[in-house]
């Protein structure tokens, strides 16, 4: 696979030009998206790793995400209005889902829990 | 008076030329009748007045800079055609968005109504079957942005919120269904959530991202006969992924788990219903630009088109990516 970057078109100034990322990126951001998938998966079957499940799985899918919206959605390339729109919506769901988690005292230990798989 | 005026003029009136009552102020300055774009250049006005200053200089100094520049048009002029499309979708969605009060039928149609004005909306200004890579290009917005992009980018960050709130409806019931069957094993009881499975599924649509971004490339380069080869992938990968989601969702029906079973079952379903929603959109999506494209009617200048797609399947990947996580692999 040879890289091969993306003209900009000479026609469309401005408009969909990647001229930093080629395909040799590409798939090397498929071969990472696929460890790092493999590594979640490992993780979860560890049962030494139990106690810091959480944070590790957590940590492995930002990386994932952040490699998906940089390199494959161009955030890293494009225009900064873009991942103005992106982010900064996305940095309200986190503080929403954070607020809610909050709220009904997940983080806590009062919850109805039931099972400890339900 | 007023009425039997404007009809004799329009019926048997001469034509009114430019400029009929020697006006002093710009909106005189364009021909008769006005071209849909008014200015064919922005005029750079000087003074108060500047067109009569222009037709009657005097002492104060010039009009307009340039009072022919006007009429005659610098380079080409980008302005869409008239379009009746927008009027039908509207017109459409008032069906979709009243069918609920009167009839499901109406909903039904008012919905097939809305995706054919739509469709027809965003079909309208391609080249013509056959024409090749012709057409001519977008301007680029404000900063050189392409608006459309900009657009879609603000659709993606309301999606954030939408998907946002899924998950967090999610969290917060987990762990509290009063009966069974449960996400995790749990008190020997194992759990009905198919991990392995889920994985596979997972690494496929994480490589339909792969061969998205291929599909962008390829039509960037001007290359479409790689453009129709990597959208084809992408859609076999979301074919796929969606196979997986049928599959999982009938298991765990046929394991007792409808969608009023417990709280787990009732946001599991929405949430993981509503991405496979959008993973069926995007197929749809994906799959008539590959029509266009193998009918010769997408090429570079429309590359754009391609490029949004790309970012609409991206983000139903990294959705994806926090729910086989959050939902998943998290006990």
New interface residues.
Partial sequence: VSETPSPPPPDRPGAAAHPAAGIRTYALIAVFLFLLTAMEVAVFYIQALAGVLIPVLILLALAKFALVAMFYMHLRFDHPWFSYLFVGPLMIAVGLAIGLLWLFHVFGSTGLRTPPGG | VFLHNAVRSVRRGPPAPADPWDGRTLEWAIPSPPPSYNFAALPEVRRRDALWLTKYPDARGPGLADPAALVTPRGPIHMPPPSAWPLLTALAMLVLSAGPLVHLGVVVVGGILTVVAAVGFALEHLPARGAGAGGH??P?GP????PR??GF??F???E??F???L???Y??Y?????V?P??????G?P?ILN??LT?IS??DL??S??S???A??AI??GDLRATRRWLAATIAGGLIFLGFQAWEFTEFVHKGLGLTT?L?ANTFYVMVGFHGAHVSAGVLWLAALLVLAIRGRLG??Q??LV?IA??YW??V??VW??I???VY???
Avoid: Q
């Fill in positions: 290009a977008e680029p900063a050189g942005v392409d992009k900009l980018w603000a993606l960050g309301s954030c919120l998907f946002g709130t998950v967090s409806v969290l917060v987990k762990g509290r269904s009063l069974g449960y996400p995790h094993d749990a008190g009881v759990g991990i392995p994985s997972t690494f994480l490589m991202s792969f998205m971004v291929l962008v490339a960037e380069r417990n787990f570079r200048p590359a754009v490029d790309g970012l991206h983000f990947d990294v990516i926090a086989f996580t959050l692999l998290i006990r």
